[in-house]
Structures are given as C-alpha cells and as structure tokens.
C-alpha cells in the first residue's frame, strides 16, 4: 500500500506492506537512521517521534496508521542552517547523553512534554520522561538538560 | 518483530468498522490505538487476516456532557482522558486514572474504547469505570445495546462485545461530590499494576481491583462489608476473600492478597475520609 506522510516538513511516500512499522518506514524505506529501536517492545522511547506534534513510539505504530499525518523525527529538530533545536543544545551544554543511543528518543519525548507542560518541575520531568529508557546517564543530567531547555534551571 | 501480514482496512464511521466485522467475522480485528494489539501481533500471540483501523474516526473522540452523565467516545485518548476539566470537575477518578496508564507516549495513542474491549485484567481504565459504575455503549448490525460495567468484562481479555460489535461510546455518572481513591502498586515507571484498587464514595462504596482474578472486578466481599456496617479496616481485611489472584514474577498469589488487603484500607482511607 502507498503510505504518504509528511516527514520534517516534506511530502514523503513509500510503497509498503500494510504490517511495516512506522519506524522501519522511517528508517528503511526514508532512510531517517536517526529514529532508533532499542527494546522493539514498546518500552525504551528510543524510537520516540511526533505524530502531529505529540511524542509517539514508533515502533508500537503501523506506518499506515500515519498515513496523511505529519511526522517530526530528531533530523527534522535543527534549523535548516544547523542551528540546534533548544532541546538539541540544552542536551549538549548539560552532558545528557553519554553514548548517545536513546537521545533522539529522550529529544523528541522531551520536547513533546515541554509542550504539554512549558514549566515543569524536576518530578514533572522525571514521570514525563518515563518511557524512555537511558543506560548510560542515570537521568540525572537528562533531567537537567531538560529543565535547561524549559528555561527553569 | 514484525506482525504477521494481513489486509488493512481503513474505516471512515462506525458503520463502516461494523459492516467490516460482518464481512469478515473471526478473521478481522478492530484496531484503535493499537497500543495492545500491535505488541500482540509483533509477537504473533494474535494473527489477524484484517486489520479494521479505527483510529481516525474522529466523531468518536468527544467528551461531552450528557446531563446526568458524561458520555465519553470509545476513540478518546487516553490523555483527552486525563486533560480533560469536564472529567477532573465530574468524576475526577476517571481522569486520575488515565494518568497512570503507562507513559505519556502511550498515552497519546491508546483510547479509552480500546483498553475496555481488550478486557486485560491488570489494566487500570477498567478498575475506574466499574468503581464509577459506568455505563458501556455497543454497536452491532442489528443497532445499539447499552452494557452495565459489571457486566461487561467476562473473561481473560473476553468481554461481553460480539465479534461483529463496536464499542462506541462510555457513560460516566457526574459524581463531582463523591470521595475517591486509585492505589496502583508496582515497582517500575511505566509497567503494569502487581495490583489496582479503585473506590468510589457516593453515600455507598464501590471498590473494584485489578490483577486480583482473570477479569478486572468489583470487590464483593468489601462491598458486602462496607453495606453491612463494617469499618473500612474491618472491610479491608476481607479484600481478597473469595479471589483467585494471578501468579507470575512479580507475586504469588499470596503476596497479591496481602496487597489487596493494604491497598484496598488506603482506598478507603483516602475515598471515605
Ligand atoms: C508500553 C506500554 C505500557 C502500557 N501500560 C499500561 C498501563 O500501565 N495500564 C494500562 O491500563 N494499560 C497500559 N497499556 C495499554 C494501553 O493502555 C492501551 O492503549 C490499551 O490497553 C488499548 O487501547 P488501544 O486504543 O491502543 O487499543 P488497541 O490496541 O487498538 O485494541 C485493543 C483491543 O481492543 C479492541 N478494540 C479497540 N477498540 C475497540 C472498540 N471501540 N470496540 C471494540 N473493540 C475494540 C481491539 O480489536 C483489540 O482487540 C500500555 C501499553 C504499552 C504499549
Ligand atoms: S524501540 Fe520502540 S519503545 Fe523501544
Ligand atoms: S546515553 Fe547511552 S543510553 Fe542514554
């Protein structure tokens, strides 16, 4: 089946098996490699994207069920001339990530919760942040960035 | 994992998602948010030949006032759910308990209609519309039938929905004076209840558990008690009488008994006082 989407602002379609994930879609069919899959059993958030504006994992999503919606994966955070997203930079000025596998994911979860919530508190963070997983940080600093970004810390 | 293939049938109302299931019967599946199913079918415990996505049909994501009650579209997320001031003003258990479901990407994606009909004894959604005493709303070929929770759920992820009915719409009685409580036990973000125990006091007390038997169910025993005078301690202590918890990693059947019997008294603590 034809699933066409808009992905970071650009029309996108791909011919696809009704049972693709969305975050193969993404990643093999578009060739976004930035969404990535940790568990694939909906727990990690390291395939976190926004399905119209809110945090999504797309590994527990069929591409057709996004069809016609209008997809932000981490490639489409930055400007168009490099310049970071505040959460992109906030993760970088507060060390939130050390090998850097589950960030997209934290990035786009992150965001998506600042915009439910523009001034969270540290426990706000910390359950908004809740299905995503991060093996390296111990959230501590994920935490921080976070609340940087909100402009609160 | 990638599921099993299958036909996908986007349906644009109810009827339409309806005359797919006729078509179909046992083959085909009712897909909404799919944040059961699809971990089901990435597993291939469930391999349906057709998948009838419901998902879009937006004039089944409301939540209204009804008069008397708050009538709830089955496609309504589940953080419409908790967001929403007409639930936190008129039965505000129901949009606390949308708020413990999972995390908030879960949350933008599973509906109220579709954690009801998946009938699985350890989610939360259900624990909150027995304690309510909702009212269930299905649709079939043959036109509409209304469906008591307490009767709605009647075996493991088995409910009283037929194979060609949709689940459309959810009652909620207004009780914005009633004291309530939801004790949600585990031991890590985002996982599952070990146990669950919803109340709701509205003159009298209902109080239904989670993961205390094969469906999600209202307390007998505690209710019976609370009727005939008990305290809410001497109530508590009967929390488990008559049940026959689930086993697994996280408790034997004992452990979930005593939890029963612990959550069930901070329930009422906190719905009674
Ligand atoms: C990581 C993760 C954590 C979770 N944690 C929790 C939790 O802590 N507590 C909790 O309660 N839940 C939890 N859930 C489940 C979540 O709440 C699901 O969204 C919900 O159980 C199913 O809703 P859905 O809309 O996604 O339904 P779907 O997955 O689309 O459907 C589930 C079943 O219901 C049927 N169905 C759906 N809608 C209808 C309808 N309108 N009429 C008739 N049949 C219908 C489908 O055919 C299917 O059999 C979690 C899920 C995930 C992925
Ligand atoms: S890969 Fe999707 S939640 Fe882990
Ligand atoms: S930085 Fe390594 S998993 Fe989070």
Partial sequence: ?153 | MIPASFDYVEAENADAAIAALTEHGDEAKLMAGGHSLIPLMKFRLTTPQVVVDIGRINDLSYINDGGDHIAIGALTRHMAVETSDVLKAQAPILAHVASHVGDPSVRHRGTLGGSLAHGDPASDLPAAILALNATLVAKGPNGQREISASDFFTGFLETALASDEMLTEIRVPKVPDAGWSYQKFNRRAQDWAIVGVAAVSNGSTNVAMVNMGHTPLRSAAVEAALAGGASAADAAAVAAEGLTPPEDLNGDAEYRSHLARVLVGRALGEAMS
């Fill in chain 1, 1 to 153: 089946m034809q699933v066409e989407t808009t992905v970071n602002g650009k029309a996108m379609s791909a011919d696809v098996e009704p049972r693709t994930l969305l975050v193969h879609y993404l990643r093999d069919e578009l060739e976004l490699t930035g969404t990535n899959v940790g568990c694939d059993t909906s727990s990690c958030g390291a395939c976190t994207v926004h399905i119209d504006g809110e945090s999504v994992k797309s590994c527990t999503m069929l591409a057709a069920q996004a069809r016609g919606a209008e997809i932000t994966t981490i490639e489409g955070m930055a400007s168009a001339d490099g310049t970071l997203h505040p959460m992109q930079a906030a993760f970088m000025e507060c060390h939130g990530l050390q090998c850097g596998y589950c960030t997209p994911g934290m990035v786009m979860a992150a965001s998506s919760l600042l915009k439910e919530n523009p001034n969270p508190t540290e426990q706000e963070v910390r359950e908004g942040l809740e299905g995503n997983l991060c093996r390296c940080t111990g959230y501590h600093n994920i935490v921080k960035s976070v609340l940087t970004a909100a402009g609160g810390a």
